[in-house]
């Protein structure tokens, strides 16, 4: 598809095309372009280009306006202070370029689709087996849902991966824990699935860990069901499959309750790779890049000291020969890179486990399997925080359960969509009420920078007022009323209209979409998007209050508002659906 050239990318090649005729020497010179509040956009370029040719910068600036070509594109231009460019461009170019991306008939909205220009494997939302669901997870999930759609919409070739903790000691724990007291086991448990289930493997998992922290006896009898576990034990095998396959119908219950996507053959845990494992300790020792230290296979780095001075190794392999995470992340990216062929790997994983991966990643680099073609990237997100900016806890100091925290928030939204409610039955409040609720979730994590901390706090999220999804979702069905009540008139592009100051501002913004979510899909930023639509939004509230849409002067007047309304609306959809969040008709 031939993607719609953006206002900010035409006026960009205008003011080029005038630099280069003004001072020929700086041909492919960057004017330096971006939106402003004194114009349309404002050129701060060639300050730095006068300087370098020891020229008057507002000497410069004014041979530069009388190159710039002026009538269909750009309206007037203007030098301002000691040579800054003050650009205002047509209403008949933001009416026509909006025209364009609305007639896209991919309904991209101008967005360019690259097509393959590589494979990138994004690593999210990974839960642990045997384990409930906790506030933990959901940053990795909600930041690398929005990561794989921003990717994928814009032509990459995307491979997601949830790498699940499904391996290790804590089996050998559990497992031998049910072998010595089958009594415990619930009965029903054939009866009961997802969350009931897993809220009895949890009971199980504490009363193993108990045992496993205080009984030595029990400690060396769990660690030999480990090495049965990784030896292929069929009646070990066979129980921790039972646990996986338990988790797994779990994962999917709180996903679903997420409204993402998660599917069976993507996860991918730590023991897919346990066949890796022995080689990759092979790899790593016979090139040096591991050695042995006290029996372990250890990699050091001059950078990294613990606080008595002493060097911090990366330990991928034990003395007793069992192996670490490091050995399981080191075999991932090689199956990451010499069988599924990226060139990129994105770990959406908190901040805390920065140190880990910076010594995995330095690892696979010495190893050769990350070069210059090949790069990994973490994605660190920060901690969701209590309104008293402590890390979220229950009151009795508990991590706070997923599914407690969803269903609560789709319990506030119901009630904010209920007190709204025009005509809605109760399945239509109750099916809002879960669109509205897990939308504010989502957006407060996505609207915040992925490596800040945030506030969980409910009340604001599902608040009708300020930065919050429902803010939006209210703006796109409002704009849907709008078009409803407007009946057998369809909105119409009219370029030949002048427009107010608030349909230019509207239009302007809309004209950005393809720009931010390029920006926001390079960068791994959904952040950027958020902010990009709580500003639409904004501006489509200050032109709704301005301008009156079915009521306007003349007919072809109402069919431009229309026009912009449903614009707007279609880039709030699609922007909101990059974030994961739905956008209902009507509130």
């Not at 010495?366 to 990994?376: C, F, I």
């Not at 025009?422 to 992925?450: C, H, M, W």
């Not at 849907?480 to 009540?485: D, E």
Request: proline letters at 4%.
């Amino acid at each position: 598809m031939a993607s719609v050239t953006s206002l900010t990318a035409s006026v960009h090649q205008r003011l080029a095309n005038a630099l280069s005729a003004a001072l020929p020497e700086t041909a492919e010179a960057d004017p330096l372009l971006r939106r402003s509040d004194r114009a349309d956009f404002q050129a701060n370029g060639i300050l730095a280009l006068a300087k370098k040719a020891k020229a008057n910068p507002r000497e410069l600036a004014t041979q530069v306006v009388d190159n710039v070509v002026t009538g269909d594109l750009i309206k007037e231009v203007a030098v301002s202070g000691p040579g800054f460019l003050n650009i205002t461009v047509t209403d008949r170019a933001i009416t026509e370029n909006l025209a364009a991306r609305a007639a896209d008939p991919e309904a991209r909205l101008g967005v360019p689709y690259a097509g393959n220009p590589g494979t990138t494997v994004v690593d999210y939302a990974q839960p642990n087996v045997a384990k409930e669901m906790h506030v933990g997870h959901l940053r990795s999930a909600v930041i690398g849902d929005s990561v794989v759609k921003l990717l994928e919409f814009t032509g990459e070739t995307v491979i997601r991966r949830h790498h699940i903790g499904d391996w290790g000691t804590q089996f050998g724990m559990l497992i031998q824990y049910l072998d010595e007291h089958p009594h415990e086991l619930d009965h029903r448990a054939a009866e009961v699935t997802g969350e009931e289930a897993m809220s009895n493997l949890g009971r199980l998992y504490k009363a193993a860990r108990g045992l496993f922290d205080s009984d030595e006896e029990f400690k060396t009898r769990a660690r030999r069901r480990v090495v049965d576990l990784q030896a292929g034990d069929p009646h070990t095998l066979a129980m921790w499959q039972k646990f996986v396959d338990e988790s797994k119908i779990y994962f999917f219950s709180v996903f679903e309750k997420l409204d993402m996507e998660v599917r069976d053959p993507d996860i991918v845990g730590e023991s897919g790779y346990n066949d890796m494992l022995g080689e990759t300790c092979r790899l790593l020792e016979e090139s040096g890049v591991a050695v042995r230290s006290e029996g372990a296979l250890c990699v050091f780095f001059d950078d990294i000291t613990g606080p008595d001075g002493n060097p911090v190794p990366l330990i991928v392999q034990k003395s007793d020969g069992g192996y670490g995470y490091a050995a399981t992340d080191l075999s991932a990216i090689r199956d990451r890179v010499f069988n599924l062929k990226a060139n990129s790997i994105v770990y959406v994983v908190d901040a805390r486990q920065s140190l880990h991966f910076k010594m995995v990643f330095e690892t696979a680099r010495r190893a050769g399997w990350l070069n210059g073609d090949v790069k990994a990237f973490q994605l660190a997100f920060g901690t969701v925080l209590g309104r008293d900016g402590k890390p979220f806890k229950t009151r009795e100091g508990e991590t706070v359960r997923l599914v407690d925290l969803l269903d609560e928030a789709i319990d506030r939204a119901s009630a904010v969509v209920r007190e709204k409610a025009q005509d809605l039955s109760e399945a239509e409040i109750a099916e809002r009420g879960a669109q509205v609720g897990i939308g504010a979730v989502k957006y407060a994590d996505l609207s915040t920078s992925a490596n800040r901390d945030y506030k969980f706090d409910l009340d604001q999220m599902v608040s009708l007022n300020g930065d919050t999804s429902v803010y939006l979702q209210y703006a796109y069905a409002r704009i849907q009323s709008i078009l409803r009540k407007a009946g057998d008139v369809r909105p119409a592009a009219h370029p030949e209209l002048e427009l107010t100051d608030a349909e230019r501002a509207l239009g302007l913004h809309v004209d950005q979409f393809a720009e931010t979510v390029a920006e926001a899909a390079g960068e791994y930023a959904p952040h950027k998007l958020a902010a990009y639509l709580y500003q639409l939004a904004s501006l489509y509230t200050s032109f709704y209050d301005k301008c009156p849409v079915l009521k306007a002067e003349t007919p072809e007047q109402v069919e431009n508002r229309l026009f912009l309304c449903d614009v707007t609306a279609r880039t709030l959809h699609e922007g909101m659906a990059l974030l994961g969040i739905r956008t209902p008709e009507r509130l």
